[in-house]
């Protein structure tokens, strides 16, 4: 079912990649946010606004791109890069659609998606680590340290403009859509001026082009979203993608970007209908009551939300295709060098 949401969403995401007429009306209003965002980021500086440096380093993966661009997975292989290089990471996040008191929540693999969001969920299942969320990160993360007093380091989901928070090491991940327009909030989809500062940027494409590269800035390290293989979401063994080459097949994605997961899955053979949902999509419309297909293909973050929904986790056409990122090994080793040269750790 259309709603009025999805449909603004859909207006403003195209008028973001161009300065077309909706974009040039609205631009007099992004430099009133330019300027808001840049005495917020000033205040915090000077100390006029408070921040809270906690007794771990802290590496913030975030985005100035507004919408999905990647930072679940790179958050779960940067954790791993950590642990591969002996440290007990942990993951703090605000947690979208979770309960709105904002309080400190602690994640487990059995939390309900509804309660601590469906991002932060995944990341606990896929981890294993101690998984924190709160509208306030550096209550979060001084939660998950009283919890669990042999973290020495924490991973910040998404909390780059949360500047309440002091953070040792800051990711910035963009996607091929490089920085739009190029022009911040409400006139293009930038946060932040492409210029703010960073340690490492990251951008999740199949191809690194220069007009990419000159975009974003900096020497961005190139990021590969891989999927090879799908499975039941009911349980069962998982077979290659290849295989399911030939059946009717529906991919449905409530992400950020869910043209991403139909690119990976077409690059990998198949050939299907496309169902594009709104990022967090709670799936309580029942969206696959009329889909007819064989298989239905969703997204690891949509399937944290479709298994605890009775009426489908039991539904057999719909399987769950993993993907995981794939990045040089450099940027790992890089990052873990600044955390050990942290004077808090």
């Known amino acids: 079912m259309a709603s009025t949401r999805?449909?603004?969403?859909?207006?403003?995401?195209?008028?973001?990649?161009?300065?077309?007429?909706?974009?040039?009306?609205?631009?007099?209003?992004?430099?009133?946010?330019?300027?808001?965002?840049?005495?917020?980021?000033?205040?915090?500086?000077s100390g006029v606004l408070?921040?809270?440096?906690?007794?771990?380093?802290?590496?913030?993966?975030?985005?100035?791109?507004?919408?999905?661009?990647?930072?679940?997975?790179?958050?779960?292989?940067?954790?791993?890069?950590?642990?591969?290089?002996?440290?007990?990471?942990?993951?703090?996040?605000?947690?979208?659609?979770?309960?709105?008191?904002?309080?400190?929540?602690?994640?487990?693999?059995?939390?309900?998606?509804?309660?601590?969001?469906?991002?932060?969920?995944?990341?606990?299942?896929?981890?294993?680590?101690?998984?924190?969320?709160?509208?306030?990160?550096?209550?979060?993360?001084?939660a998950l340290l009283a919890a669990h007093p042999s973290v020495d380091v924490l991973?910040?989901?998404?909390?780059?403009?949360?500047?309440?928070?002091?953070?040792?090491?800051?990711?910035?991940?963009?996607?091929?859509?490089?920085?739009?327009?190029g022009w911040l909030l409400p006139a293009g989809p930038l946060r932040e001026p492409p210029s703010r500062r960073r340690d490492f940027t990251v951008v999740n494409a199949p191809q690194l082009a220069p007009g990419l590269i000159q975009s974003v800035g900096g020497q961005p390290f190139q990021m590969r979203?891989?999927?090879?293989?799908?499975?039941?979401?009911?349980?069962?063994?998982?077979?290659?993608l290849a295989s399911l080459a030939g059946k009717r097949?529906?991919?449905?994605?409530?992400?950020?970007?869910?043209?991403?997961?139909?690119?990976?899955?077409?690059g990998a053979g198949l050939a299907f209908g496309e169902l594009p949902l709104p990022d967090h999509h709670d799936f309580l419309d029942h969206p696959f009551d009329h889909v007819n297909a064989d298989l239905i293909l969703i997204t690891e973050k949509d399937a944290v939300k479709c298994g605890q929904i009775e009426n489908l986790v039991g539904d057999p056409r719909?399987?769950?295709?993993?993907?995981?990122?794939?990045?040089?090994r450099a940027l790992a080793e890089q990052i873990v060098e600044k955390c050990r040269g942290c004077s808090t750790a």
């Not at 913030?60 to 642990?83: C, H, M, Q, S, Y």
């Not at 910040?156 to 327009?181: K, P």
């Not at 979203?225 to 799908?230: D, F, S, V």
Request: positive net charge; glycine residues 12%.
């Open 318 to 328: 719909l399987w769950v295709v993993p993907v995981s990122a794939q990045l040089d």
């Open 50 to 142: 408070a921040s809270t440096r906690l007794p771990v380093p802290v590496v913030v993966v975030g985005n100035i791109f507004i919408g999905g661009t990647g930072k679940t997975p790179l958050t779960i292989w940067l954790v791993e890069a950590l642990r591969d290089a002996g440290f007990t990471p942990g993951i703090i996040s605000r947690g979208h659609g979770g309960e709105e008191g904002g309080a400190p929540r602690a994640v487990t693999p059995q939390s309900n998606a509804q309660e601590v969001g469906d991002e932060p969920l995944l990341m606990a299942r896929r981890t294993g680590c101690p998984v924190v969320v709160g509208r306030k990160r550096a209550e979060a993360g001084q």
């Open 155 to 181: 991973v910040a989901d998404d909390g780059l403009q949360h500047y309440a928070l002091q953070r040792d090491v800051e990711v910035v991940l963009f996607d091929g859509r490089g920085v739009g327009n």
């Open 249 to 266: 097949i529906v991919a449905a994605a409530g992400i950020g970007n869910p043209q991403r997961f139909f690119d990976m899955l077409r």
């Open 6 to 45: 999805p449909s603004l969403e859909s207006t403003l995401t195209r008028a973001w990649l161009r300065r077309g007429a909706l974009a040039c009306a609205l631009w007099p209003l992004s430099l009133l946010f330019r300027a808001l965002a840049a005495l917020r980021a000033r205040l915090f500086k």
């Open 225 to 240: 979203l891989a999927g090879e293989y799908a499975e039941p979401l009911a349980g069962g063994a998982r077979v290659p």
